[in-house]
């Protein structure tokens, strides 16, 4: 693992090393024909709207078709996989996210190695979970919520999207930080796990928050808490579990990467139009409809933070014997 951290660190910094000639001969044409950006979800996720989003804009600024290609399947880890075995010249690209650093340790038969294989592009966005419960929940604060699932060990159940999802993590993470025990009942996506809490089949969420906003909203659900570092500007009443575990944060990452050994040239230049995107008003308030936030950083920065996350859900699967659904 830290061999590949390494290599992958390695990946993002590349560009300044090297000769000024290529990058310009390449950078000048590109794009020449359309581009494919591999989506690992399904059309209609979150990571799929995004992507559009900004292939919409790439396409637009950058003169050729930025075609979103959605490959579901195993957590992710099909698109990734399509991305890491295409060839390094910028017209395959992968629309990442926290999937990947979680598959890094979830999957154990991968035929790739994201942080060796997939070098970082540009950062798109990044957004918490909410912790939701039923209305009828004893707990309406966080302290309130670790007090009674203390005195109730194993029996408050907690919903997902999926086993390894950031959901499942968030959650697992929390039972780490406050040592308390709950129990998973995994779903295939939000949209039952969450008809089941309201239902009162299970007792919480670390939902994601446009399909949980709105039955907050509705009075169906009761949110306790946001799980970024600090708190959430579409939530602002909401505080931060951090105010109450410090040290705890789960967000969801979001952002463009490519195959390893992708022209640094085409990096600078793909980097600099996302960056812009992010900047557009128009932009900024679709993803804040979507509950996420705008996060311009450097490729190199961005790799960073992929190869911390990678540590950090892999310290959180080790921990927590997590095992991929046979």
């Not at 930025?66 to 690209?93: C, K």
């Not at 949209?191 to 670390?206: C, E, S």
């Not at 990467?257 to 980097?271: E, M, S």
Request: charged content about 20%; proline content about 9%; aromatic content about 6%.
């Amino acid at each position: 693992m830290k061999l590949a951290r390494r290599t992958f660190l390695r990946l993002a910094a590349g560009a300044a090393v090297l000769p000024a000639l290529p990058r310009i001969a390449i950078g000048s044409t590109y794009p020449s024909r359309p581009v494919h950006i591999i989506v690992g979800f399904t059309p209609g996720s979150a990571s799929d709207i995004v992507a559009r989003l900004l292939g919409e804009w790439l396409s637009q600024r950058l003169g050729q078709p930025f075609v979103v290609e959605n490959r579901p399947g195993a957590g992710g880890a099909v698109g990734t996989e399509a991305v890491a075995h295409a060839a390094p010249d910028g017209y395959t690209l992968l629309f990442c996210g926290s999937n990947d650093p979680i598959n890094t340790t979830l999957q154990d038969k991968l035929r790739f190695d994201f942080l060796r294989d997939i070098a970082p592009v540009a950062s798109v966005d990044h957004g918490p979970t909410v912790l939701v419960v039923h209305p009828s929940f004893p707990a309406k604060t966080v302290p309130e919520f670790i007090a009674y699932t203390k005195a109730n060990p194993g029996k408050v159940n907690f919903g997902s999207a999926g086993i390894g999802s950031v959901v499942q993590l968030a959650a697992e993470l929390f039972k780490v930080k406050a040592g308390v025990d709950m129990v998973h009942v995994p779903y295939r996506g939000m949209a039952p796990a969450l008809t089941d809490l309201i239902g009162g089949r299970v007792q919480a969420i670390f939902s994601t928050i446009p399909p949980a906003i709105a039955y907050v909203k509705a009075g169906k659900l009761r949110a306790l808490a946001v799980t970024s570092k600090t708190r959430f500007a579409a939530l602002p009443d909401l505080p931060a579990v951090d105010e109450f575990l410090p040290g705890y944060e789960a967000n969801l990452v979001q952002g463009l990467a490519a195959p390893k050994n992708i022209p640094a040239d085409i990096v600078d230049k793909l980097q600099k139009e996302v960056n812009a995107a992010l900047a557009d008003p128009k932009i900024k308030a679709r993803l804040a409809s979507l509950g996420v936030v705008p996060t311009p950083m450097t490729s190199a920065d961005f790799g960073k933070l992929l190869a911390s996350e990678t540590d950090k859900w892999a310290s959180v699967i080790k921990s927590a014997g997590i095992k991929p659904k046979a």
